[in-house]
């Protein structure tokens, strides 16, 4: 039933024949379905929510205790219970949270309230239909890195002012879910990851080893890390070289992290409905090298060349530090895993670009006479 | 018959209850098929090439001769004449071109010779399989501006260097052509085209006047003009003010644009393929106005505010200078008439880049020791 | 008696011998004095008061009354007299001023109340002991362009909030001038100002003819106005070719232009003590034409070459478009002639570049986790 | 006899009712002493030289044997012996270099051959009329290192292509010399350095205890080395608090300095003739931290307060890496040690700029029409 978008492919590769108005005409009607996908809300019962917070902070506890209670709560979908709420598993025993407590008072809690492991994220990310994370952008990112294949429908609360990926607010948590989970239903911007692999110098005569991969939200970094020289970068693109890079090292980012890293870096603000990878360059030791965007439809390969004598340093959304030695390489490509952000409405892109960065707001140059 | 677009348009519309997966699923696909279209040939017979040149400059008139008389004269499909060349109106009766002496050796050209105007460009576009342009990047621009409905495939040949948009070397016409035009048929990017439509303040309580219409390939700039000052300008994005402009002026630049002015006033590189419109700010007063790089989903609108004491001026590609008023308004859109430019190879941007900007070449700072 | 430092020039000159380690004595000496000539106030009497404003200004009219009157009836200097205040004579005849009443209603003003034209300001500017200006930064440059020569100590009153160059509130007028009319005396900043001097192409075997000359606090500007083209500048230093410079123009900034033009064309911001030139290219056609900060030691020429197509145009301050044709230039050099501002404390302008600009204040990218 | 500093700095201090012309004129005059310091030869006789160069590098040492033997076989100032030759203590038993050999051939060698080591340049380095240096920029600064106080005049050859710092090609050194060590003498710039003094935080009611002490001649970075983590640094000017950095670090720069690291973060390019210090930030956290150019008679101090949670890290002309701990600081202050470079002409730096960076040169964004 429904979309089969395998067969419109299959249409597309028969069509030999296929004229150049033909062929504008259909790539121009791909745009717009692509559009309209974007635009088109999900109605769907919510009935599993995980929430993501920091385990450690004590206020971030108490105000998960309040989301987890409201929500197992409120009678929904015909129910006169709430839903099933899965918190982190490091709360299982936490005093603070009290889970014990809440079973006691509400003993048909027993059977809402679960815990989630990253494995359970890892092995059954399907298990969610939306997740809500509490806290900054870092614990959004935190919520990336735990599902490293699909991520469900995320949705993210911040406590003070709204960040770059924070976009709604604690304290109007129960009029936001209430619309949500009813009849309004949800609408999702599906943002770009990058797959990055990394690769082993193996044996003589023998292929590459594959060694780590990760799915980055904002970008990954390769630099010095903290070594006192960088090697020369090797760029290449679907398998030709397309520059070296002499820099302090070299920023990857998604159009999410445009407001990040490669912002400190130079680079542009790339809205993140654009699939596009950001090239920018850290400290470049030529004049020219202005940042690059590339399209996400390149598969990237950086390579340490085996000459070198120093290493360079991966770092992933800001995490991890991954040596690359002389002869490895790492490679990044678009994720055919998105990571799907609630929406609030059309413009909370720019509405955190002006208020966060205070983007072309006040402050001006001297006048003339 | 073949692919059905409005019909997948249709199938997503109904499916009232598709799930988050289903709905990753099918945009997946949807860019699966975009990657598709891209990378498809055109394999059609090419029975009209209309060849677009400087009719002023003696020496690109004879080699205009020169390439029009071979595709007169080299038999193709089946038959043992040529294809039908359009030349400029205006070398009819230039002595340099030389038609009635081409037609007095060669009866059989007199078929096959015609003559194209900016008339015919515009009122009968599918008139021509393939146009070809002799000369710098400015004679493409102009080309587009030939174009403003549908633009046939063209295919940019450069005498000297090659430049951003000129891929192919004149010295081999020859080769080049017998390609394209026999089995391997070609490959074209559609390169983004903005439609930029000026309204004019229409009287008290009445719709605003749509005035000038124009298709850019590379960029719409706003600026003073001929002034000493310029407004403010304040710039909607689907109808949300978005910022306002305090600055020299604003550039607003297609991916293939960002080559052109948009670099110079500090844009960054993108590339072709990427669905995006480029804002560069001209000198802005505000230190925190960093290039943006907006969706092309986006309907852009700057407007010139009604008390504003100075005009501003809009030009297109460079060309014209049309005076916006306060109370006046232009809109930016990205156009449904895109411009295809035939490729030669998969990284002829990159080779353009390094080759003509000399990004990133060359040139390094003070090493340490 | 005092210092004479003709005399110290002539001793270096016939020190034929002096060592490597004397020269760097005695630089580093000379550096001292100069530091040391900065630091010192001026004592003398203040006889003679300038008002500058912008006279077609309601408010600023009535606040120059007020301001004049105090200064004429507050006793100095062993009178009960106050001191002479020339006002623009402009002013002379306005009913809002009234002059004529407050002669009236004082007699003994008539021998302080008197005007100034522009005339005067350039035959007899060591008339006046102190400028005040009351309004924005404009009217500052506007002061500075009354005073080709010479210019007596500037002392700048803003209205609303502080700018660069207004570092004086209005309204603690009274405290202000009574310590700096009194025993602390006030100290100077020599802001270094551009003698800019365009030359006419002479006839055949004839020099240049030196037409317009010009003082500049801020900029000279080299754009092309109101033409579409601009002319490559051929930048010439002590009379060796430089650079050719290939942009939408050019800015040669002094450190106290730093916070206007050039910042926004892409300048660094450089404090008013250091004696450099800043050259800063606008929309620069090369990827590496970096902004340059030039020794104030050199002699500047921007020559228009004779085989150009277009004109260039100069303003000066933001001010005039004087056209130059092929074959003129214009020469910029450090003039002998400095704007001295009166400070307040050491940090003025650290503290007016962080309120206005809001250099490196608030907004911040995206954190990571 | 000659010039004597002290005694005019003493008569500006007794001139207590010094007018404005008259401080203005003494200004101007102070100004132009500086100018003629600069300009005027040394002509002393050189009668000490010292040679710097990679003692590990086999080609480096046997071109230093070459010109050692050339400045001890040409005889000069009367006598029929050449100067007296200082090499690297490391090359006293280098069978490369040959000292043995040397003096076997030519036993007048036995007294002009010395040896220098880092001790001998901290303890009397003006024991050198003059060091040459033979390699890149490194070797430069590797020179500025050994001359922690007063610094003799260095000339460096360069074996390749000039560099910023070599601006003397090796193959011409007998012309070079003569001319150097002859009647015209050498004409010197005296460039720039920091005094960078690191502070330890003293025990809780002490003063702090000055710990280390560098002469740098490109720059002083501060940055997180190689910790994660860096903290914010807090910039004082005088004392006074002029801004907190939030970025990956932050760069002092001397004009010599600015075609180095602070290039490559952003900063302008400075004529080392300008009595300036850069400060460039690396990755800046706010979008409107534009590099900033600040007089050098300004005392800077950063300081990492004692909240910070992680330590910042110092490098000195690219060597070193001191941390700095919470409660830490360090100093900056224009040297009262320049480093006098011997020039060739007066263009050096633009040549070598336009060399070396390609500065303003080739390269070119695509064209209109």
Redesign the interface.
Known sequence: D??D??R??E???Q????????????????????????R?P???AVRNVMIVTKARDNQLVLLTKDLAQWLMSTSRYGSDLGVNVYVDAKLRRSKRFGAAQMIEKQPRFQHLLKYWSPDLCWSQP?KF?LVLTLG????V??TSWLFQG?V??ILSFSLGSL???TNFKYDQFKESLTKIMGEEGMR?N?RMRFTCTVYRNGKEGHDMDEAEQYEVL?ELVIDR??S?YISNLELY??N?L???????GCIFSTPT?????S?????????P????I?LT???????????????D?LLLRVSIPRNSRASAYCSF???G?VELKPGDHVTIAAS?Y?F?TVVKT??DW?ES??R??????????????
Chains 1, 2, 3, 4 share one sequence.
């Open positions: 429904a979309v978008i395998d419109v492919l249409e597309i590769q069509d030999e024949g296929m004229s150049h108005s033909r062929l504008m005409q259909t790539a121009t009607g791909v745009r717009e379905v692509s559009k309209q996908l974007q088109r999900i109605k769907r399907e239909d900054g952008d870092g614990t990112l935190f699909i469900p429908p960040g770059f990926l999702v599906l904002n890390g903290p006192s693109g679907d030709e397309l520059t070296v890079v002499q820099a302090d992290g445009s407001t990040a890293y912002l400190s870096a130079g680079g542009s603000l790339v809205h409905d654009i699939p596009a950001l360059p850290i400290c470049p030791h030529t004049l020219s090298f202005r940042p690059m965007i590339l399209s439809t959304d800001g995490k530090r055919q998105p799907p059309g413009s720019f670009v002006s966060t960065l205070q983007w072309n707001t006040r402050g001006a140059t001297q006048k003339g006479w």
